[in-house]
């Protein structure tokens, strides 16, 4: 898949995506404004498929991007965020040496350099753990760090 992105002065952003079937164009407008074309050959004209605003645009952007919901359940997802950090889940297997510990006892932070965001707990989500939130076998740990902070968590989580 090709990406190609050019300035429009005075308006924003044009990305061009390559698809197997045609072309799909979007403009980010400087006003945030969002508009999605579709154009089924190169030499076809464009159609406009849709237009949103910023706010919507960044909704619909976490919900592609997996914010929402993974379909997926694999020991770890990875999301990078700008700068090469990244967000990553962590499920606790049975025998982690972190069951039962605090999040201050297991010093996750200061140890691997990982922060502890949230924590995903059956059907609920406990954002911005306190210290003394303790660490159950099937929690999901939400973290964010370097690729070296999220190694080091992972030796950490099996021990």
């Given amino acids: 898949m090709t990406i190609r992105e050019s300035n429009l002065p ?3 952003k044009k990305f061009e995506i390559e698809l197997d079937d045609g ?3 979007v403009v980010i407008h400087n006003t945030g404004k969002r508009e999605l074309f579709r154009r089924p ?7 406009k498929v849709f237009e949103f605003g910023d706010d919507l ?3 619909i952007g976490s919900i592609v991007e997996g914010a929402y919901f993974q379909p997926v359940e ?5 999301t990078t965020l700008p700068g090469g950090i990244l ?3 962590y499920e606790i297997q049975p025998g982690s040496p972190l069951i039962g510990e605090t999040l201050e006892s ?3 932070g200061d140890r ?7 924590l995903q707990r059956g059907d609920g989500v406990v954002d911005s753990p306190s210290a003394d939130t303790t660490l159950r076998e099937g929690d999901t740990v939400i973290g964010v760090g370097t690729p070296e902070d999220c190694a080091a968590f992972e030796e950490l989580l099996t021990g």
């Fill in 41 to 47: 050959d190169p030499d076809a004209d464009s159609e």
């Fill in 10 to 12: 005075g308006v924003g």
């Fill in 23 to 25: 072309e799909m164009i």
């Fill in 112 to 118: 691997t350099g990982l922060a502890v965001v949230a």
């Fill in 74 to 78: 694999p020991d770890t997802q990875e």
């Fill in 106 to 108: 297991a010093d996750i």
């Fill in 87 to 89: 967000l990553e889940w």
């Fill in 57 to 59: 645009a960044r909704t």
